[in-house]
C-alpha cells in the first residue's frame, strides 16, 4: 500500500466529512464544549471549521490526483496535522481533559506519521 496516498486520503476525507458536518450542524461542537450562542457564532463555527475544512479536503483531493502536490500535501499533513495532534495530547494532559479530546488525536497523529513517512521512503520526487 502506498503509505504517502493513504494518509492524503484519510486527511482529504476527515477534512471534508468534518467540515461538511459543520456547516450543516456547529452545534455537534457542543461535545467538546465549544457552544455556539448566536447567529454570529454559529456564522463563525460554520466558516472556520466548516467552510475552511471542507476547502483543505478540496486541497487534498486534488493532491491525490495531480503527482506534483504529492510532496507538499504530505509535508502540510506531517507539520500541520502533526502539530495539531501533539499540541492536542500535550495540552490534553495538561489540562487533564477527557477522553475524547485523546480519541481526536488518534487520526491526527496517525495521519501525520505516514505523511512523515511517505516524505522521508518516497522514490517518486
Not at 65 to 90: D, F, H, N
Not at 96 to 117: C, F, N
Amino acid at each position: 500500500m502506498d503509505t504517502g496516498k493513504l494518509a492524503i486520503s484519510i486527511t482529504a476525507a476527515a477534512f471534508a466529512g468534518f467540515g461538511t458536518a459543520l456547516v450543516v450542524k456547529p452545534e455537534i461542537l457542543g461535545k467538546i464544549g465549544i457552544r455556539a450562542r448566536g447567529a454570529n457564532a454559529r456564522t463563525e463555527l460554520r466558516a472556520m471549521y466548516g467552510g475552511m475544512e471542507i476547502g483543505f479536503g478540496v486541497f487534498f483531493g486534488i493532491a491525490l490526483q495531480k503527482p506534483e502536490w504529492r510532496t507538499p500535501a504530505l509535508t502540510a499533513i506531517a507539520c500541520g496535522i502533526g502539530a495539531l495532534g501533539v499540541t492536542r495530547i500535550a495540552t490534553a494532559i495538561a489540562e487533564q481533559a477527557d477522553p475524547i479530546s485523546y480519541l481526536m488525536a488518534g487520526p491526527e497523529i496517525a495521519a501525520s506519521t505516514m505523511a512523515a513517512v511517505a516524505l522521508v521512503t518516497d522514490r517518486r520526487r
